[in-house]
């Protein structure tokens, strides 16, 4: 299946960049490309891509606006909704997610990982950049003093010492490619281990998986 996308940034090199990355992928296809926010809601309205790729910072609406009007609550049929901005604020995601993105990246995110992005979004999954990914999961870890917490269930079956490596990786930000080259492993394999730990764990991705490793304390130093 080919995936249709939409690209809206209001700087042409942006989104010539972008285009010339994505667009080397057999899968990939981009339909549109808008260079303001009603722009690209207009054209998503009428083109329905599979993913619509949108910058924060655009005139006329800025990008998580226009999220909410593709995408937010209350919206029939939403559209998936990646959020590719350069500007790496709490705020920002909390609110893209909240407006219904289902992916948030910062602009200088390697080629692969956009590309990794584009097909969760297409499949309805979220990705968020593993730097903002680290940064918001980590107050989720204990801290010396605090009252302990009602414990989690434990995994349907232990994780094994290689499991526990991906998924300390995986909480520290790391891409599937950057996991393989860690652990002298192939892509496969991270593959292999990462659908293991979700069973195990009865999450659904790898933003749940990092949740999952910072609460539960297993995020030591790398």
């Not at 299946?1 to 994505?22: G, K, S």
């Not at 593993?130 to 605090?146: E, I």
């Not at 749940?208 to 130093?221: H, Y």
């Amino acid at each position: 299946m080919t995936i249709r996308l939409l690209l809206a940034d209001d700087q042409d090199m942006i989104r010539t960049a972008f285009r010339m990355i994505l667009t080397t992928q057999p899968d990939i296809e981009v339909v549109a490309e808008a260079a303001d926010g009603e722009a690209a809601v207009d054209q998503a309205r009428r083109l329905r891509p599979d993913v619509c790729l949108l910058d924060i910072r655009m005139p006329k609406l800025d990008g998580l606006e226009a999220t909410r009007l593709l995408a937010g609550p209350g919206v029939r049929n939403p559209l998936n909704v990646l959020i590719v901005t350069t500007f790496d604020l709490d705020e920002y995601v909390y609110r893209a997610l909240r407006n219904g993105a289902c992916g948030f990246l910062l602009k200088d995110t390697s080629p692969n990982l956009l590309v990794e992005a584009v097909r969760a979004a297409a499949a309805g999954t979220s990705l968020i950049s593993p730097a903002v990914t680290v940064r918001l999961l980590s107050h989720l870890a204990p801290r010396r003093g605090d009252e302990p917490e009602t414990p989690e269930a434990p995994p349907t079956e232990p994780l094994t010492e290689r499991e526990l490596a991906v998924v300390r990786l995986v909480a520290h930000g790391n891409t599937n490619d950057e996991i393989a080259g860690r652990l002298f492993v192939t892509l496969s394999t991270v593959k292999t281990h990462l659908a293991n730990v979700q069973r195990k764990l009865a999450v659904r991705n790898r933003v749940e998986i990092a949740a999952w490793a910072w609460r539960n304390d297993v995020c030591s130093p790398l």
